[in-house]
């Protein structure tokens, strides 16, 4: 019996921990570290995270023997999450060049985005979607949407069903619908695409109209689009076609009790909402254009293109059809709208439309999460929407979006609890993406490059 208990109390002892043998050398441990549960809002103090071959590989209770090339990061009074999913990004084309590709992935990491959905897509984003999954890039995981489905790339049943075929045979994740696009060439597009098996989203066509493209089935409707005119009343009989940017022209009409029941009509037909709310936060809004150019993250994008940003707002805000009382109404529709959405719709997924005016890649997730929790939602919430209903739109829970064994090593170290206030994302030790780590002097080191050339564009 003796020699029995001994024998059971070696093998619990070989289960508690990893032996040495099993820890490879080239295993990178992060110690003593607070592990978020963005599930539950909990945090686990004092564990140890070993990575392995790009994988979280055990999560322990205690630092174990380790052996000889382990690398080991110090984790003490730090907090562990996984990586932000950009849920509505944009990756340049090859006219911009190879550099301001490779830099504008690097963007994304920096601010702790490790997975991006990339939402006009192009031949060249297939190439650099497996070159990201094989680690031969250093970039985000990336899922391409096709080039852009529109009424000039689709003004036809016949053209949607090639266009769709051909998108679905070229292996993109997913199809862009962009505005214009007729009534009989979309139920085309959703007729062709439900036969190859491939999905849709992005904007919702006018012709199209909020209702309808709920029951086609989006896998996301992206910007609130289409929503702001459902809620117009028929009895208003307006032009759709009049309704100004994303239903602006509309807002004293629309009527708020209509959003259950397009809320509820998100549940029934399972379509996720991207609100990209930083957009009407910053493009849309009645800040100043010159300040927000002036703002420090501005650095890193050609200077050019900064003067392009600043023209674009001031057109759009300054005109006879614009005041700063109905964006500030059209503002609180909106934020209705999301809080509703997340809270009893099919769900929300965090996105902020970049590059876009105003919003530098990576730094613009930020604003997002602060759109967010001006509309409701609590920093976890946040958080969740940019971490586990990513992994649940791809259908890969598990493989992303926790911190759990199995998953993979896509995570930020934090110096403080972003659940106590969502500032603290700003806040990092290091960004890792796919167990590969970047230290925050790394990553300042890349960001002082990057700037220095924008400032020559």
């Not at 995270?49 to 984790?75: A, C, R, T, Y």
């Not at 999954?133 to 250093?138: A, G, M, S, V």
């Not at 920093?379 to 969740?384: D, T």
Request: net charge negative.
């Amino acid at each position: 019996m003796y020699r029995l208990l001994t024998l059971g109390l070696l093998l619990a002892a070989c289960n508690s921990s990893p032996s040495q043998e099993i820890i490879p050398n080239d295993a990178i441990v992060i110690s003593s570290v607070n592990v978020i549960n963005v599930r539950d809002g909990s945090t686990d103090p004092d564990k140890t995270v070993i990575i392995s071959d790009g994988k979280i590989s055990e999560i322990l209770d205690e630092i174990p023997e380790l052996p000889n090339g382990v690398s080991q990061i110090d984790g003490e009074g730090k907090y562990l999450m996984p990586g932000l999913t950009e849920m509505h990004a944009h990756i340049p084309s090859p006219e911009w060049g190879r550099n301001r590709t490779e830099e504008t992935l690097f963007l994304y990491l920096s601010n702790g985005v490790t997975t991006i959905r990339g939402m006009l897509g192009h031949p060249v984003h297939l190439e650099l979607r497996e070159q990201a999954k094989h680690n031969e890039i250093l970039s985000p995981r990336i899922f391409t949407s096709s080039p852009s489905l529109n009424g000039n790339t689709v003004p036809t049943p016949e053209e949607a069903r090639e266009k769709v075929t051909a998108y679905q045979q070229d292996g993109y994740d997913f199809l862009k619908i962009h505005p214009g696009i007729p009534l009989d060439a979309f139920d085309e597009l959703v007729k062709t695409a439900n036969e190859v098996g491939i999905n849709f989203a992005g904007h919702v066509p006018v012709d199209v109209g909020i209702r309808h493209a709920l029951e086609s089935g989006y896998a996301s409707v992206d910007h609130v689009d289409g929503f702001l005119e459902g809620l117009v009343p028929e009895s208003a009989h307006v032009q759709p076609d009049q309704n100004g940017f994303f239903g602006y022209n509309f807002t004293d009409l629309a009527d708020e009790s209509k959003i259950d029941e397009l809320v509820q009509m998100t549940n029934e037909y399972n379509v996720w909402v991207v609100p990209t709310q930083s957009l009407f936060d910053r493009w849309f809004s009645p800040e100043d254009a010159n300040a927000l150019a002036r703002t420090n993250e501005m650095q890193y994008m050609p200077a050019s293109t900064i003067e392009n940003w600043v023209s674009s707002k001031q057109n759009l805000v300054n005109n006879d059809g614009y005041s700063a009382d109905q964006w500030e109404t059209f503002n609180i529709i909106r934020q209705k709208l999301i809080y509703q959405l997340h809270h009893n719709g099919h769900g929300l997924l965090l996105g902020s439309d970049a590059p876009q005016v105003f919003n530098v890649p990576g730094f613009s997730i930020h604003h997002e999460l602060r759109g967010m929790l001006d509309a409701g939602l609590t920093p976890l919430e946040a958080i969740q929407i940019g971490t586990l209903n990513p992994a649940k739109y791809f259908g890969i829970e598990g493989e992303f979006g926790e911190v759990i064994p199995g998953a993979s090593a896509d995570l930020i170290l934090l110096n403080a609890n972003p659940l106590d206030n969502i500032e603290a994302l700003q806040g990092k030790t290091g960004v890792m993406v796919r167990g590969r780590w970047l230290s925050q002097e790394e990553i300042d080191r890349r960001l002082s490059e990057i700037a220095k050339v924008s400032a020559q564009l």
